[in-house]
């Protein structure tokens, strides 16, 4: 059998950990092969390697049965492998077609010559229906056409190899599907392709072949069509994954948040981002607000944490007015907050994991005397967390947070704000980017949180989250709630006209 | 012996660690640029002069090191300064300004307060000069947290409108036209040894390199155990986070300039408090001790405790370029050479970022990776 990539016993560690332990990879010509594992299994170690980044402490690669040596990234274009970044690597006030040329630009005299690199690129848009337009801004289009314009990128440079890192993260569900069908597209004319991901949906729908990596170990290859869902997870995580959440019937008692015409109108804006929203929360639910990205989640998010100044409107927790409230006033009074951004807001990525988890609480007499922080405390507090919540890291409660992986960076704010004793969570995305096994944990931790008698709003863009979690869905279009939905007598189908704009609720006509 | 092994690494990846390598690697950097400059400009003297530089410190023995501790006191506090504000997230270029406007303060209370008992003047002019200092950062910090200006343009104008203040101020209050200068302060009102001249006899050694490492401590002890310190930090580290989680980031800008700003301030009255005689000019020049605390911050890896040794290397230089005159070497050369030192020191920076650089870039692609 003739593989295009073989990468045979590779291991890489790093100080405190072995993230690549005696790994296999072996590749096809022209299959989509599926890379299956946890946040932290390697994944992310293994195709760095692959692309030059890092060097492998022990085993070789082989392209098209050939020994090579990828020491940089130049290296990786040279044997024909392009990979699509999670986050694009895109110049947003360069046109499409400035973007592809970027690094490989053709030049007579110092000009750039683009005829025959447009030529080049819309003859590959049409070859693979990727309707790009090569004259259209960054900044003005999709994000999933910018994806598309990184699998061009590749295209141009002649790439053979291609790795997508968990290209379905930031695509709406019509986005996966042509993606999906893009992809099939490209193996069909001959080029292989790496899938990092670990949604199973999208493996059982694309791939051909899956390798399971765990803790840096390799696993397991399999046929895709051969195994189960389940079974895959099975491998995955090491143990039977519940994809539903398990849950028993709400017991609703009094409303915690109450929000009143709610309008805000950022200085900066020429348009109101959120407009007239009023809801409640109540102890004992957890409220659901869906839609797409960019509907004024984010923003009602901001105005209820006080992270922005309303323009009009009432915020009430528990009775009292805290519309004008600080946020450290909401913090104590039973409000805690799950952030959409991790890195920007949830964590000081140069704090360590124990400095991180008493951010919130570290004036608090439990963590300070006479001025002076409590090491010993935080120390026990700490242990304490990264126990009870399962939160891995090299060093502990010493590991400096920069140093972490997103899934147990994500973990360590779930267990500092979960276990802040709130009457009402807020929680942003709080399974963004995480693999089945931690995204069960997390919904299990909503759900506890509910049955203590707890609110709960979480803001959500995966419907399977939306639709499993919650006990009321409200639905946000363009800055505004259009409908207050039961998700038992809803289906995602319909779901989506309303997030759509397409369809309100009755009583938001 | 695995273990052993283990420890060396570990002691190597160690965040400190780095910082003291690639600051002795800054230093040696700078001895070689400074050997260069000699050897061009003096080659028959070249070896006994460098020789003498780098052993100056010690040369005439107690005295020499009084020297050396004299003349870091200043460059220390400035350092500190310049340290305290950067671990806030904030670079403070303004110390020249608040180190001048302190100075002047200092010489005026101690030659106007006369109400004052001699003995007891000395603690009122530091203080008075600290709060002054303190003024004068504030300025940028208000500036910074209500209007979002740029800190080191704000600096950049507070040194000179500073400067220029305190020069209207002596002709105004304190001038001496005789000298066309400022009246010293006498040595009778000057900061008291405390025996420190018997220990480093015929030095200018005085009270203030204990004030000035006391505060070094104080300062280390604010930013690593206190709630304070773990606010401002985390304001200096990402703001968001710190709104986030409730802190008050214009606070923290505020009280962090306030800090650097009384360090710079005690900073400029202990070095014209020392009885030496030494006088403000009425000359438009910025103190050379403001700037110079930029290299010790840097040197001393913005660490409290790293200024107090940076600064003490500085001084050290210093001490053994002054005696590198007896050999007959132009002051101008031993100027350039300590200049040349201090300048590589500011290179700490670039050579952590160099050792760092392979362990960033490994955890880049893991953020990446998983996001």
């Known amino acids: 059998m003739e593989y295009a990539i073989e990468m045979l016993n590779i291991t890489k560690e790093f100080p405190g950990i072995k993230a690549n332990d005696q790994i296999t990879l072996q590749v096809r010509q022209g299959e989509i092969h599926a890379l299956l594992g946890e946040n932290g299994a390697g994944k992310s170690t293994l195709m760095s390697i692959l692309f030059g980044l890092y060097q492998p402490d022990e085993g070789m690669i082989k392209i098209n049965g050939k020994e090579v040596q990828i020491n940089d990234p130049n290296d990786a274009n040279k044997y024909a492998i392009g990979m699509v970044h999670q986050h694009f690597k895109l110049v947003h006030n360069f046109t499409v077609l400035e973007n592809i040329i970027l690094g490989v630009e053709d030049t007579s005299m110092g000009f750039i010559k683009t005829a025959d690199a447009r030529k080049k690129v819309v003859a590959l848009s049409e070859k693979y229906h990727l309707n790009v337009d090569p004259d259209a801004y960054i900044e003005d289009i999709t994000v999933g056409m910018q994806q598309r314009v990184e699998i061009l990128k590749m295209l141009f440079r002649d790439n053979d190899i291609l790795i997508f890192d968990e290209p379905t993260a930031v695509l709406t569900p019509q986005e996966i599907d042509e993606l999906m069908h893009i992809m099939k597209g490209l193996v069909k004319e001959g080029k292989s392709i790496i899938f990092i991901t670990h949604k199973l949906n999208e493996i059982k729908a694309v791939a051909d072949r899956c390798t399971i990596l765990r803790k840096g170990k390799y696993i397991d290859t399999v046929d895709v069509a051969s195994v189960s869902k389940e079974e895959l997870s099975e491998k995955m995580v090491g143990r039977k994954v519940n994809f539903n959440v398990e849950k028993g019937e709400a017991h609703v008692g009094e ?152 899934g147990n960076q994500q973990k360590a704010i779930i267990a500092r704000e979960v276990d802040s004793d709130s009457d009402l969570l807020i929680a942003v995305q709080p399974t963004r980017g995480l693999d089945v096994g931690a995204i069960e944990f997390i919904h299990s931790q909503l759900v506890a949180h509910r049955d203590e008698n707890k609110a709960v709003l979480l803001v959500s863009l995966e419907l399977d989250e939306v639709m499993n979690v919650s006990d009321r869905i409200l639905v946000m279009y363009e800055g505004e709630i259009v409908a207050n939905l039961d998700p038992k007598t809803i289906d995602v189908k319909e779901l989506g006209l309303y997030m759509a704009g397409s369809k309100r609720g009755e009583g938001y006509e | 012996m695995n273990s052993f ?47 003498l530089l780098l052993t100056g410190g010690f040369y005439k023995g107690a005295k020499s090191l009084g020297q050396v501790f004299y003349l870091a006191v200043p460059i220390m506090m400035t350092g500190l300064s310049v340290a305290f504000a950067f671990k806030c997230g904030e670079f403070n270029i303004g110390t020249p300004g608040q180190y001048i406007v302190g100075a002047f303060t200092a010489v005026f209370v101690a030659l106007k307060c006369t109400f004052i008992p001699d003995s007891i003047l000395w603690i009122f002019c530091i203080l008075a000069a600290g709060l002054a200092g303190a003024l004068w950062a504030v300025i940028p910090g208000v500036l910074k947290a209500f209007k979002n200006v740029n800190v080191v343009i704000s600096c950049i104008m507070c040194n ?139 040197l001393g890896f913005n660490n409290p405790i790293g200024v107090v040794f940076a600064a003490l290397f500085i001084g050290y230089i210093n001490v053994g370029g002054n005696y590198m005159q007896s050999l007959n070497i132009a002051i101008e050369v031993i100027d350039i050479i300590v200049a040349a030192i201090i300048y590589f020191s500011s290179f700490t920076l670039l050579i952590k970022m160099f050792l760092n650089k392979r362990k960033s870039k490994k955890v880049k692609i893991e953020e990446g990776g998983h996001e």
């Open chain 2, 5 to 51: 092994k283990n420890k060396v690494v570990s002691l190597f990846k160690k965040e400190g660690s780095k910082s003291v390598i690639s600051s002795l690697v800054a230093i040696g950097m700078g001895l070689i640029f400074g050997l260069i400059i000699i050897l061009i400009a003096n080659p028959g003297d070249a070896l006994s002069g460098f020789k």
């Open chain 2, 160 to 298: 000179y409108i500073g400067m220029l203040l305190v020069i209207e101020g002596i002709k105004a209050t304190i001038y001496n036209p005789t000298g066309a200068e400022s009246y010293a302060v006498p040595a009778s009102k000057a900061i008291p040894t405390f025996g420190l001249d018997v220990l480093f006899p015929e030095s200018h050694i005085n009270f203030g390199i204990v004030i000035a490492i006391g505060l070094c401590v104080l300062a280390y002890i604010i930013m690593n155990k206190t709630t304070f310190g773990y606010e401002l930090k985390a304001c200096g580290y990402n703001s968001d986070a710190a709104k986030y989680a409730g802190m008050n980031e214009k606070k923290c800008i505020i009280l962090s300039m306030a800090i650097a700003g009384f360090f710079a301030g005690v900073g400029g009255a202990i070095a014209y408090m020392s009885g030496t005689g030494k006088t403000l000019p009425i000359s438009e020049v910025l103190p050379n001790e403001g700037f110079n605390g930029i290299p010790v911050a840097l």
């Open chain 1, 255 to 406: 409303t915690v948040l109450k929000v009143e015409n709610l309008t805000y109108h950022p200085k900066s804006g020429h348009k109101e981002v959120l407009k007239n929203i009023s809801f409640e929360v109540k102890r004992g639910e957890i409220v659901c607000i869906a839609g797409i990205d960019g509907n004024g989640q984010s923003e009602l998010v901001y105005a209820l944490t006080g992270m922005v100044p309303t323009t009009s409107g009432h915020v009430y927790l528990n009775n009292e007015d805290i519309t004008k409230m600080s946020i450290r006033h909401r913090s104590d009074h039973g409000m805690a907050h799950i952030p959409e951004d991790r890195h920007k807001h949830g964590l000081v990525l140069d704090y360590s994991l124990a400095e991180n988890l008493i951010l919130k609480s570290y004036y608090k007499p439990r963590f300070e005397k006479n001025g002076f922080i409590r090491f010993d405390e935080m120390n026990k507090y700490a242990d304490y967390l990264i126990d009870k919540f399962d939160v891995r890291s090299g060093e502990g409660r010493k590991s400096i947070a920069r140093g972490m992986s997103g």
